[in-house]
T-cell receptor, first 107, second 113 residues
């Protein structure tokens, strides 16, 4: 089946810093989503982005489907950005998740 | 929040007992999913449904069964719970159509002693 790899596994930032999270996948996909799991365990949809670029406030994402990767950019990070960021892909009506990037933002 | 609720939100049970988790949605989405989340594994698909009485297995289906008798409810049953089924369980819906985006419920934390 399709493999999803995320990097880095852990990231520690000071408030105000920028970061880039990467998601590589092993096959063509119909769907790619980025999620943020907050410290209370809630999964929050960030982007639905099978291809192209989208922006939402301080966050943006780019998926290059032909090269099988996606990037999530977080600018001017805040402590509320802390948590785990998951990439998930789908080519058969079922999402396959990466193991996530754990982000800690300190004041 | 896509109108997804899960019950119970927390449960502690003993090995060998049956357990049923409920997922309820209010928006008549056709596709519903059950995932489990364990440290080091991210989320893994247990079972999913593509309509009333239509279900299929996911990556980690052994020891679990599901039922969907109404569009709005998707039940996950552990016939005889084991300690390896201690996990956080998430239900999800898929919006379908042009957008195949999945949205998740709040999760159920299950502990099997």
């Amino acid at each position: 089946g399709i493999q999803v790899e995320q990097s880095p596994p852990d990231l520690i930032l000071q408030e105000g810093a920028n970061s880039t999270l990467r998601c590589n996948f092993s096959d063509s996909v119909n769907n790619l989503q980025w999620f943020h799991q907050n410290p209370w365990g809630q999964l929050i949809n960030l982007f639905y982005i099978p291809s192209g670029t989208k922006q939402n406030g301080r966050l943006s994402a780019t998926t290059v489907a032909t090269e099988r990767y996606s990037l999530l950019y977080i600018s001017s990070s805040q402590t509320t950005d802390s948590g785990v960021y998951f990439c998930a892909v789908d080519n058969t009506d079922k999402l396959i998740f990466g193991t996530g990037t754990r982000l800690q933002v300190f004041p | 929040d896509a109108g997804i609720t899960q019950s119970p939100r927390h449960k502690v049970t003993e090995t060998g007992t049956p357990v049923t988790l409920r997922c309820h949605q209010t928006e008549n989405h056709r596709y519903m999913y059950w995932y489990r989340q364990d440290p080091g594994h991210g989320l893994r698909l247990i079972h999913y449904s593509y309509g009333v009485k239509d279900t299929d297995k996911g990556e980690v289906s052994d020891g679990y069964s599901v039922s969907r008798s109404k569009t709005e409810d998707f039940l996950l049953t552990l016939e005889s719970a084991t300690s390896s089924q201690t996990s956080v369980y998430f239900c999800a819906i898929r919006t379908g159509g042009e957008w195949n985006e999945q949205f998740f419920g709040p999760g159920t934390r299950l502990t099997v002693l």
